[in-house]
């Protein structure tokens, strides 16, 4: 018979080696740089909302209504079933600058870090991607992600879901690009590796210094595979301020590898509070 202190090195033990190895795994499938990347070019968006479009019908949820499409239609969101919109924010080229968000695809991203169960994963390609038959509904990511992207899909009550821009990882899979950048029709959007979109960002600032002021994406949480290029300071088409440069996992993983102590540490005070109501001939609920 396994005594109780084993059963609890056991127990530590397991779940710490389990946390540990997805704490690797999600550290580096793959060279980063090599891996997908979108350029976003905020002074080129007419914010016609195409990609919007296109995002909702490859998810299955039907195209926008034909009085959303256009320049400045509606102040869009982020839900579940939209994965993608254009923001309208102040800007200095345009009454209204359009700002596309979606999932910024971090390269050490904090959701997959803090996910139990592994419902989301960083493949080697690039795409975060969220696995619905293995998530329990816990919602720790969209707690940690720092863009506010994760929605949970609160209208289902039998069997909620997580819903995010997958990057369009079936269609990365078939050499083709995310619809979103498939259908731009200015050139705003263009996928290649992060390396490369990298490189172009930089070319454009340096060739137009009096059109960009900010390339944003390159460094902040450990370097997003969405890069973007504006004519306006980050903060002041949206971005969160103040976000470090460092990798939230590493952040995370300081709270998450506690799990496991403080699950037995309840388990423990539990198991002493029943211990004391029976010597003491206290009653039993």
């Known amino acids: ?12 033990t397991g779940a710490l080696a389990a946390l540990g190895a997805r704490r690797l795994f999600a550290e580096s499938p793959a060279d980063p740089n090599e891996c997908a990347g979108v350029l976003v070019d905020l002074t080129r968006c007419i914010g016609c909302r195409a990609c919007e479009n296109a995002c909702r019908v490859r998810a299955g949820f039907g195209p926008l209504p034909t009085a959303a499409i256009g320049y400045g239609a509606g102040e869009g969101r982020l839900s579940f079933r939209t994965r993608t919109f254009i923001d309208f924010r102040d800007g200095n080229l345009k009454p209204k600058q359009p700002v596309k968000r979606q999932c910024m695809h971090c390269l050490d991203p904090a959701c997959v870090s803090v996910c139990p169960v592994a419902a989301l994963e960083k493949t080697a390609a690039g795409p975060v991607v969220y696995h619905e038959n293995v998530c329990i509904g816990c919602r720790y990511c969209i707690l940690a992600c720092p ?22 990882a079936d269609r990365q ?11 731009c029709p200015t050139g705003a959007l263009k996928f290649g590796t992060r390396r490369g979109v ?7 600032v340096d060739s137009q210094p ?39 996992p590493s952040l995370t993983w300081k709270a998450i590898s506690k799990l496991p102590f403080v699950i037995i540490g309840v388990g423990l005070i539990l198991s002493a509070v029943v211990r004391w109501r029976t010597r003491t001939g206290v009653e039993q609920p």
């Open 1 to 12: 018979m396994i005594s109780r202190r084993q059963f609890l090195q056991t127990t530590v």
């Open 147 to 168: 863009f506010s992207v994760p929605k949970y899909e609160w209208d289902n009550a039998l069997m909620p879901r997580v819903g995010k821009c997958d990057f369009c």
């Open 173 to 183: 899979a078939k050499g083709q690009s995310p619809a979103c950048v498939a259908t």
């Open 198 to 204: 990298l490189q172009e960002a930089k070319a454009r």
């Open 210 to 248: 009096n059109r960009y002021t900010s390339i944003y994406g390159e460094d902040v949480v450990g370097g997003t595979s969405w890069i973007y290029l504006s004519d306006t300071a980050p903060e002041e088409v949206g971005f969160p301020r103040g976000l470090p440069k460092e990798p939230l």
